[in-house]
């Protein structure tokens, strides 16, 4: 069963993971074969550049891997989850000190060579593995509803990332994406297990975690580890040298170490429609790399390595290499400050809605106005207090026209809980508007 904890990360992505493209079902009906293609609305928003450039993040294969293994089919009845630890109370020795971050006035020492740097940091560095049931479906099933449909089949299988040890009593920092699945519908890790520099290997718990931030808390059961110590990412300058040590296409080549530079600070970067802010290396970082330490040349942590530009851009057939991404880690502070105090990120803010999506044909198909449908209100919710029920078709927010979850999402995600915003619905053909005092999410 899952503990608050985890029900708490599930609650804070309700709005996101009952959100679909395929309004159908929200309507009664089946989906019937659409007369033309559906047009596929452009997303605006921050872009690295002009171009379709492919982001990737990079676990070792999660969820990408599962193509490229043979897993176990095996019959679930039942879903099941990675134990999880109860969010520390306060009192405990977890506190807003769990990561400090030295800053260079506080006598960051003499610049190291690459040698003592990985010297100092490697300790810190742990290999995690990840292993997820994913359900997929089988077409040519006769079931019940007059036709032909999917039987749904469950198979497991393993993913692998990187951590570093914030604490010597084995609490750990990674990539929200090494241990929950987003992408594949897998959600958490069944179960998940953290393999340290001696070989040892541990069970980890998970203390909270964060999609929209991507990054994760986990616990082990360990006593004496060597704790990293974290750099001040303000103070980065473009151009200074960074080393990343982490464990590229699994364990076989665990602490990989690669040299690179400060390519660029503050880049707005949109991964899965979740605007984040990076910094930019061109370190060599690859599949099984997610949650591994950007280090400076104090030896301390600048950064969690989470994403890299993949592929080729526009139409030209010219790949694109030693474009990788870092989350800072003055922002990775104050969120593992949250999830290890809380078990989730304070301040975001929360509708309360489950929803689908309206695209252009539902619309002409249904009579709706292209836009989010409300399919459930949550009781007690922003949405609830405001009046918005099932039914209503978001059409705007703050005088922003949006037209799918992704847009709702990223206008309302620029507010913090507390704050007021202005919402366009249509119901019953009538446009209403009405003012919605966002929820905090969390596990109240």
Partial sequence: MMNDVNKNNNDMMNEELHCTSNPYTA???????????????????AKITAFLMAMALVSGG???AYRELSPSYTDTSSDAVAETADAPKSGNALSSESISIITPDENSGDALTTEQIVDKVLPSVV?????????????????????????????TATATGTGVVITEDGYIVTNAHVIYDSEYGAGLADSISV???DDKTYDAKVIGYDTDCDLAVLKIDAEGLTAAEFGDSDSLRLGEDVVAIGNPLGFDLMNTVTRGIISGKDRQVTINDKAMNLLQTDAAINSGNSGGPLINRYGQVIGI???????????????IEGIGFAIPSNEVSQIVDDLMKYGYVTGKPQLGISCQDVTETVSRMYNLP????ITAVTEGSAADMAGLRSGDVITAVDDTE???YEELNAVKNQHSAGDAIEITYIRDGQENTVRVVLDEASNN
């Avoid at 309507?27 to 928003?45: I, L, M, N």
């Avoid at 292993?131 to 007059?146: E, I, K, L, P, Q």
């Avoid at 989470?306 to 526009?314: E, P, Q, R």
């Avoid at 292209?370 to 449908?373: F, H, N, Q, R």
């Fill in 27 to 45: 309507f009664g009906e089946s989906a019937p074969a659409p007369t033309e293609p559906a047009r596929t609305k452009k997303h605006t928003g």
């Fill in 62 to 64: 999660s969820i990408a």
């Fill in 127 to 155: 290999g995690i593995e990840s292993t997820f049931t994913v359900t997929s479906s089988n077409s040519g099933y006769y079931y019940g509803f007059g036709g032909f449909g999917s039987a749904p089949s469950s198979s």
């Fill in 195 to 197: 393999l340290l520099n």
């Fill in 305 to 319: 390595n989470s994403s890299k530009m993949s592929s080729s851009y526009s139409s030209s057939s010219a790949s």
């Fill in 370 to 373: 292209v836009g989010v449908y």
């Fill in 402 to 404: 949006v037209a799918t």
